[in-house]
């Protein structure tokens, strides 16, 4: 069964600090990796995704992938008390549909 | 990113009464439409996959006529939920991916919260 694992949270960092969000995955044949952000009450709204190696910097989010060590994260840099959410990874399945495994989300906590 | 709606966003309801959602992709077409469920404080949970003009495939517990999805087009898929109880309270959201392959990433509706009284 394809896992995805996060820690659950919550992961509390101080204003303009950098927010290190983690996740790991069992399938080691899974290609693409999505990180989505998620607001209490409201639907996931995707934030990144990354396919290589290395890493994606998008303005102040960085993706980080090893697919070796099978782990990927996600770097928040200067956390706003907006960035306060529940990220959830997800990993590509190859099999059927594509359909995407889902984290349970690490809720972040920003505090001002 | 691509944009997906849902209606309605809020639905209450008496047991035993169905329940129709609609799910709209506004700006793209979504070959693939994808219905989840998620209970407070819970994951997602994906309860179907569906192709436009294909029936859905269901994920293992998902009743499938319990849950009716429709995928008429690439632009809309329905998911009815039939004699709904207490326990079908939930938030519903559905997500629209475009085109082929294995790397295309999924969009997200707002959801749709129902209440089964």
């Not at chain 1, 996740?23 to 990354?50: A, H, N, V």
């Not at chain 2, 269901?58 to 998911?79: C, M, P, R, W």
Request: net charge neutral; charged share 15%.
């Amino acid at each position: 069964q394809k896992e995805v694992e996060q820690n659950s949270g919550p992961l509390s960092v101080p204003e303009g600090a950098i927010a290190s969000l983690n996740c790991t995955y069992s399938d080691r044949g899974s290609q693409s990796f999505f990180w989505y952000r998620q607001y209490s009450g409201k639907s996931p709204e995707l934030i990144m995704f990354i396919y290589s190696n290395g890493d994606k910097e998008d303005g102040r989010f960085t993706a980080q992938l090893n697919k070796a060590s099978q782990y990927v994260s996600l770097l928040i840099r200067d956390s706003q008390p907006s960035d306060s959410a529940t990220y959830l990874c997800a990993v590509n399945s190859r099999s059927g549909y594509s359909t995407l495994t889902f984290g349970k989300g690490t809720m972040l906590l920003v505090s001002p | 990113g691509a944009v997906v709606s849902q209606h309605p966003s809020r639905v209450i309801c008496k047991s035993g009464t169905s329940v129709k959602i609609e799910c709209r992709s506004l700006d793209f077409q979504a070959t693939t439409m994808f219905w989840y469920r998620q209970f407070p404080k819970q994951s997602l949970m994906l309860m179907a996959t569906s192709n436009e003009g294909s029936k859905a495939t269901y994920e293992q517990g998902v009743e499938k006529d319990k849950f009716l999805i429709n995928h008429a087009s690439l632009t809309l898929s329905t998911l009815t939920v039939t004699s709904a109880h207490p326990e079908d309270s939930s938030f519903y959201i559905c997500s629209g991916r475009a085109g082929l392959g294995n790397l295309g990433e999924q969009f997200f509706g707002p959801g749709t919260r129902l209440t089964v009284l």
